[in-house]
């Protein structure tokens, strides 16, 4: 039981608080934050004054695909990875509502870097399932800040794509730009390899060790490529809010074929100018802003490669418009001119369609394939496989311009030889590999023509680099 006196004490302290808080914030406007999935964000902020945001995140453990065919159970803010971005004014009043679901089966909670206080609100908001936790904040100090779990083991719900962003926009606001997006990097460890299909399990000593299986950008293998490319036209001014959320790896940032005309290094206040690459930490955060002038797609990346080619950070940006060829030329290739008589002199071709494509398939081929592939496709004995007689080659033809688009990698066997390499995509136009396969096909496999540029243009956009 209280005794008279404390209660009389607490309520005295309570009408305190009262009138504090009624002072501290007079009536301000109350906004409940509308989110929105990545790679999407809510609005630039137009208003000039302070306002009372509220947040309502919820936890959700959700399976779904870390790469086609491959499962993974995400723990998530808003069901999505990275969780749903934030966007508050420099001086706003957060008072973030977390719900942690009933089916889920863990504890969870938030904590936000752009909180001021011990913990950023991880005590406040740890829940069990079943339950919501709210807790209010000042949004001191503007920056693009993440946010992520921080509930024992927390490398654990990190790893399992607990991170998202929240922005806390200057008093000033921010210049205006023609496109936003929103891009994280995250390492996942899962007992399968890279691409192993069905359900994978979390690998702890993997995540120990540090040694991702993937690392990726917005949750999957794919989720920034394909049908789900960014877009913007040429000219446009864009501005990409980028966060690691680890919870180990940092990230190489560059976007290639881009320079970055501004980057807020670290996600802070100031902007270095001209940049090709950013280095983003764990936990941290950086937003660029460029202008993209030609057409066509540029590539985001880890530039720490393999994690781009062997663990999935790669993302692209479509860019649409007409082409600038003074700021950007076609170029051309040509062999270097024989040294040795043994050359044969080219038998001069008829100008028919047909022969001037093959014509043209023979220049690829001397231009890309011949340095691994051998002159007449014999190959090199274990480590390139024949293209010229190849019974792999000839069992599909078609399907091995999908080789020269994405590349190929792994065991593969070759006229009873086996191989196990790496082949790198090649960076040819549509009708260039149409024309190299079908320079393959009936040159050195005695076939007939097998792919069109258009069925390659087809098979580009369906494509899961
Ligand atoms: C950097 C070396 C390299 C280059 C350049 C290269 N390849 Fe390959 N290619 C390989 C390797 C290695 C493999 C086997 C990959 C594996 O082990 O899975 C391969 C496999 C293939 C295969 C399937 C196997 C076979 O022998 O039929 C085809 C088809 C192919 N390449 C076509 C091409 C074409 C066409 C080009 C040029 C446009 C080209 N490659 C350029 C290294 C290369
Ligand atoms: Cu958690």
Sequence with gaps: MKTPLKLAAAAVVSALLVVSQSFAEPALPVIHQQLLAPPQLPPQITRKTPAHVVVDLTVEEVQREIAPGTLYTFWTFGGTVPGKMIRVREGDTVELHLQNLPDNRLPHNIDLHAVTGPGGGAAQTLIAPGNEASFTFKALNPGLYVYHC????????????????????????MSKVDKEYYVMQGDFYTSGTYRAPGPQAFDQQKAIDEKPTYVIFNGADGALTGANALTANTNEKVRMFFGVGGPNITSSFHIIGAIFDKVYTEGGKHYQEQV??????????????????????????????????????????????????????????????AKTAAAPTPKP?????????????????????????????????????????????????????HIVLNGRNGEIVVNGAHYNGVMPPQDLSDDDIAAVINYVSVDLNQGKPVVTPAQVRDMRKSRQP
């Design 349 to 401: 071709a008829a100008p028919t369609p047909d022969k001037s494509q093959f014509a043209r398939g023979k220049a690829v081929y001397d231009g890309s394939c011949i340095t691994c592939h051998q002159p007449k496709g014999e190959g090199v004995a274990g480590v390139f496989p024949p293209l010229a007689n190849s019974d792999f080659f000839k069992e599909r033809p078609y399907e091995m311009a």
């Design 150 to 173: 921080a509930t024992a083991p927390v490398g654990m719900h990190v790893a399992n794509g607990m991170y998202g962003m929240i922005l806390v926009e200057p008093k000033e606001g």
């Design 276 to 337: 090709q690459t950013t280095m983003v930490p764990a936990g941290g955060s950086t937003i660029v802003e460029f202008t993209p002038r030609v057409p066509g797609n540029l590539t985001l990346v880890d530039h720490s490669l393999t994690r781009a080619f062997n663990k999935g950070a790669i993302g692209l940006l479509t860019v649409s418009g007409p082409e600038q060829l003074d700021i950007y030329g076609k170029g051309m290739k040509k062999p270097l001119a």
